[in-house]
């Protein structure tokens, strides 16, 4: 019998199928099929067009795209945001490591993933930033999820962050915890600038430590902040950089 | 998955019939290393199934070897022949392939036109489906007596042929009227129909580019085409059935025929086009492709264009394991599985149209490079250029022009004349720049005929070019064209790096010529040249390509040894069989030193290339005493010392002390000067090159018994009218205990300089 399902196997056709569209992922035989064995594929090339990478100059902060902002909106490779955070001296992350614009799609596919729990297309990402996640483990940077509230958590099944972070591979401690549970995105900009602190540390011996943050998006920096300033401040880590999918 | 799958079960056809066909235990090996090296891509079962392949491949060739016989005996005086192709009529030399009607196995049949009304007839007139009665006698086909030499007897075994029928007579018996007879005769009949009413350069290109013989085109002008790399636009190309198949197929979906039925009537007419043309491995290639591709579609599956190459590669390896061997069907599948594979590097969609017909050309190039090594020796270098302007030029200019011109002739008849001498002028200017172009210096490389560890190595550095394109990283591209142009520029100083050499008395016919080549390229020399006496024949039968030794037997060799440069050429003295190739060596390799005898440069100067030798060219006239020395190697001419009437008797005497080895090259010395030698020289000589091909006027008796050779060589031409060798000079040399090597019965001898051995070719045990 099981020669009869090798023979089913053999002419079994196993058609990879984009994860976005659900279309069928056309791949050409080309050289490299020859010597080599292509990592299966989750996207197709139509939907893979569609993310916006984040190319070009970038704000040495915050990760953003300087070419659409005008002119009086950064300075010195700094974007006027981040200006700001310095100023108040609330800038405590070092860096934001952002990979594809916040466009339509882009938001579809977050949407998709965190409002109707499409967990697998969590998947897609990986394969695009492989060197950035290879650059980040070879520094050792200890990889921590920012956490949902507890409420937030059982609603939504996962937590996106920490669904990111595992789908990139990265070996994740969770460090921190939520004491509010106020939906973000429900509130305003100023709303989201003046809340206290909201992470709690779990672990302390955080000290002298290179800490990478992860997260799905970074829209004004907020949260990250918060959590950097916690980690540092409390934590004593010595860096905090972060990894998000987008940068609205 | 599927294309995985597949590529690889064509790659194991290959492998296996390869294998079947000259088994060589590195084959094996080779089959092994894959196995091993998918081990982790496949599962058991289809490793199983790639095993399958190799193995049923493998005897597929062994079978189709043994079932490769003869039913003729060789003894038949006379047969009733057929022909399914008509024969190549030059001058009064009428050869070709012929079937035998009763056991209906095919012979080569060559056939002196006796008459030229008879010429006439067998011109004029369509053979295809007429039935002669020949008398003559059937001879078995020689292999090559040059090392790397066109091996004629493999050739037509290939071609299911073992015998070639040399025939004094050939009369017309009757016609036959089978329709397989008919079908043939189109062809034929409508090359026949061109040949008589077309110009000349426009009916050779016509009937290369529309029916696909390329045998009409000049010789010089397939020479330059090569030169430029360009033949291969005269063979019809995959894209030109495309077209074909195109036209027909919208032609009949216009004519209001359901899809489904154009396609089944296209893949009926199909072989019907293929058998138009010829039947060459390119047409077959793409026709196969098409059928195979319209029955997908047919049975409603799709099919990608790699899938589509590999199973017409399996069916066509299938059917005939011996076109393995063809050049066409190397080329044609090289490229087009190159071509197929680069979609990635082709599709990139940054790329403008002018960057992907370069890229294209490059990719064509590379993909045929290790093919074009191995069998012309030779890279083009225009080819990259010449491709870029002529590929264009003849898929968008010249092919249509000739198909236009061809089927406004076709139903205009004779009113379309001025049309038809356009298109002459059109060719004849396309032939007239090419020459230009070719004539360039440095239009082409000799690279010599790689070894099968270079041939790998070749093939690695091409797979990792095509590679790293695909990758598109930039770093990765210089590295691997550095990587390919390291192993090109190895193989390039393969004579440098060689350390072993040669003296080669290479097999010319009746005339002398004698190859040196010392270990790591410190010195090429040729002595003499050959050359055939070209007897006054009447302009009928006079031959359009000559037989000329220098051209067609030492150029060759010379290139399949990757010589560029002749340090010495000797010329013995000035009779026509010494030096009548010397023409074609002049005009096609750099000669540094040219070196005749004293007294002579009138008889030189009689022939008109010697005239017009090139300007850097140092011509010494030597006389006794000239010597060089290199390294352990050494030479000295010890004849002639003066100016004296015959030609003969002041032949250059040359001594060489190669590696130990003493040789005495003797040219047409005769027995005055071998006395005159003998009063100067004490000579101690292993090897005796045997003066005047053997005739009884040189190697007298006490020359023999001073300078005790242990073996000598007679250059002499098979059946020659002089009667060269003498058996008294045979007589001589026995009873000396002189070993003879002759290079009419043995073909050309060749003593390796490392090992002191000395190889005949063809081999002994295939000269059986």
Redesign the interface.
Known sequence: MSFLK??E??FE??VDKCLVCNNQIES????????C?RPIRKLCLKCEKKFSKIFGDICRTCGRELRHLSIEYYQDGKCMDCIRWEKNNQQFLDRNTAIFNYNDFMKEIISRIKYRGDYKLMGIFNDLIVEKIDFFKKEEFIAIPIPLSEERHIERGFNQAEAFGKACGFHMIHALSRIHSEKQSKKSRSERLKTDQVFRLESLNLAGKKILLIDDIYTTGTTLQHASRILKVQGGAREVHSLTIARS | MEEKLIFFCAFFCVIGTVTGLQFEWYLVGLFCIFIILLKKRFTWFQLALFAFFFMTFFLNAILAEQLNNSILKGNEISLEIGFRKSPNIDGDSFSGFATDIESGERIWLSYKIQTEDEKMILEKNCLVGEVFKVNGKLKHPKHDTVENGFDFHDYLKRNNTHWVLNAQQLNHLRTENSISAKILQVREKAILKIKSTFPDPLMSYTIALIFGDQKQIDENAYRAYQKLGIVHLFSISGAQVGFIVWLLYTGLVRLGISQKWSMVIVIVMIPFYAGLTGFSPSVNRACGMVIILFISRLLRKRISPLICLCLCMILYLLIQPYQLYSIGFQLSFSICCGLILSQKILGREDRNPVSQIFIGTLICQVSSLPILMVHFYEVSLLGFLSNLIYIPLFSFFFFPMTIIIYFLHLMMGNLFHSFLRIGNFLFQELYDFSKLLSNTPFSSICFGKPSTIFMLLICFGVFFVLFSLEQNKPKQVITSFFVLFTILLLQFNSNFISSNGEVTFIDVGQGDSIFIRLPHNAGNYLIDTGGIFSIQKESWQEKVSKFDPGKDVILPFLRSKGIRKLDKLILTHADFDHIGGSKAIFENLEVEHLLIPTGQNEEFNKYEWFNQKKIDLIQQIVKTGVRWKIGDNFFEVIHPETTSGDKNSSSIVLIAKINGVNFLFTGDADLVAEEEILSKYALQVDVLKAGHHGSDTSTGKTFLERIRPNVSIISVGENNRYGHPSSEVIDRLKENRVHILRTDTQGSVKFNIKNGTFTTFPPYHKAQ
């Open positions: 090798n023979l196997n053999l056709t196993k050409t035989f080309g050289w490299f099929d020859i010597f064995e």
